[in-house]
């Protein structure tokens, strides 16, 4: 089980808008460490699509947003496209037990 | 650009060492954090530890009584050693760049490579 927690699917049409959250606890995202959001397409490594507060790395569009409320974090997919299909991580740091950096399971993104 | 490939036995034996290597090309692995995470079938990513270029490392605490990490900068390579394996470390290890500190993400991934530890 993994300290942050995902849905582990969602699914919305093309064109439409979506968003997967990331819950995490007081020692972790709470504790106001910055959680960055991977993109992994099918048999590609994991990419960062957001890192931080809002911060895309070059070539990322701006359909693509994070967003942080206390414990917990969402990316927001808008105008969505079928290549966007893919499975998306959380991933901030946790600062017990001697600290680690910490996942989420991932969600499963399908487009409709 | 830079890129990085993990490279070693993809089948390891209850009680035994699993041994990885991540070359780094296209680039310099010298004052950079190189981290290995690994996935398990049906669970989600999990930190094990990074190195930085002068050999300073940090483990995951879950992991650390049985994990080294060492980098080999004449080389570019950095590589991974997880000692007394079980059925529970079968997983997809990947190399990755950073984190260069607790609000730093793992820029840059290798494609990962399937361990599975069975007799």
């Known amino acids: 089980q993994s300290v942050l927690t995902q849905p582990p699917s969602v699914s919305e049409a093309p064109g439409q808008r979506v968003t997967i959250s990331c819950t995490g606890s007081?020692?972790?995202?709470?504790?106001?460490?910055?959680v960055h959001w991977y993109q992994q397409l099918p048999g590609r490594a994991p990419k960062v699509l957001i890192s931080?507060?809002?911060n895309r790395p070059s070539g990322v569009p701006d359909r693509f947003s994070g967003s942080k409320s206390g414990s917990s974090a969402s990316l927001a997919i808008t105008g969505l496209q079928a290549d966007d299909e893919a499975d998306y991580y959380c991933q901030s740091y946790d600062n017990s037990l001697g600290g680690s950096w910490v996942f989420g399971e991932g969600t499963k993104l399908t487009v409709l | 650009q830079v890129q990085l490939q993990e490279s070693g036995p993809g089948l390891v034996k209850p009680s035994e060492t699993l041994s990885l290597t991540c070359s780094v090309s296209g680039g310099s692995i010298r004052s950079y954090y190189w981290s290995w995470i690994r996935q398990s079938p049906g669970k989600g990513l999990e930190w094990i530890g990074f190195?930085?270029?002068?050999?300073?490392?940090r483990y995951n605490p879950s992991l650390k009584s049985r994990v080294s990490i060492s980098v080999d900068t004449s080389k570019n390579q950095f590589s991974l050693q997880l000692t007394s394996v079980t059925a529970a470390d079968t997983a997809v290890y990947s190399c990755a760049r950073g984190p260069s500190s607790d609000w730093s993400p793992f820029d840059l991934w290798g494609q990962g490579t399937l361990v599975t530890v069975s007799s």
């Open positions: 190195v930085y270029s002068t050999g300073n490392t």
């Open positions: 007081s020692s972790n995202i709470g504790a106001g460490y910055d």
């Open positions: 931080g507060k809002n």
